[in-house]
């Protein structure tokens, strides 16, 4: 069994998810990673797994495959995450169970299971994902901001009821990213939001990382239940 820090982060397949994937195999940690289909790359260190976050099933047998294979988990980053820019009175409820399933449902089961592992050490680090749309209110993005605002409460609960067992569980609250969730945004639409902010840019892969970094430090064990939103909002 190798010494290597052990780091599961769902979504890998392309965007943030991909890029933290690579940063934490760069850094030598030795990474698993989940998302519905097989990613067109591969990596050393790095191990993939085909599934639905929101399948409980598939999900413990993740984590039993995890704990098997290196009897340890100490870093989880809930990063997968789906969206649909929609106004409330167009918005099927077929939407907000899909988006409700992915960004909440697997939040929930990732975290539950991924904090049975930890517990045996008692030793890990959360780091759940939310989005600028929260505090900002942003119309037409409802249910989503909302699934991702029930992701922050969860977070800041669960933070303390781990706080003995020596787990912390923080969020980041990236602001729109060049990836595909934005991808079918009009351009007006990002530029508005990037227009409110202090820092008046896009955010970038990097920006993210860095802020995880923080929170999934060894050091970092006396910061717990914080959201920190990027950009300056």
């Known amino acids: 069994m190798s010494d ?26 030795l990474v698993e990673g989940c998302s519905r289909t097989t990613p067109e790359w591969k990596l050393e260190n790095y191990t993939h ?21 290196h009897r340890r988990l100490d870093i989880l980053i809930n990063n997968a995450g789906i969206a ?3 106004h409330v009175l167009l918005t099927p409820t077929a939407t907000v169970d899909r988006i409700m399933a992915t960004n909440f449902r697997g939040t929930f089961l990732l975290c539950r299971e991924a904090a049975k592992l930890m517990l045996r ?10 989005t600028i749309a929260v505090p900002m209110r942003l119309e037409g993005e409802a249910v989503y901001a ?18 003995d067992f020596g787990i912390t569980c923080n969020v980041v609250g990236p602001t729109p990213v060049e990836t595909d969730l934005i991808r079918s945004v009009p351009k007006e639409k990002i530029d508005a939001i990037v227009n409110q902010l202090a820092i008046k840019r896009l955010g970038r892969f990097e920006d993210v990382a860095n802020l995880i970094d923080f929170f999934v430090k060894p050091e970092s ?3 717990t239940g914080q959201v920190i939103y990027l950009g300056g909002i």
């Open 4 to 29: 290597a820090e052990v780091v599961l982060i769902t979504g890998t397949r392309k965007g943030i998810g991909r890029y933290l994937a690579e940063h934490f195999v760069s850094k030598g940690a």
């Open 49 to 69: 797994h085909c599934l639905d976050v929101a399948d409980e099933a598939q999900v413990k047998a993740m984590l039993s495959s995890i704990q098997k294979r």
């Open 84 to 86: 649909s820019m929609n």
């Open 121 to 130: 050490r008692r030793y890990g680090r959360i780091v759940n994902l939310s």
């Open 146 to 163: 909302a699934s991702k605002s029930a992701v922050v409460t969860f977070s800041q609960i669960l933070a303390r009821e781990l706080a």
């Open 221 to 223: 064990d006396y910061i």
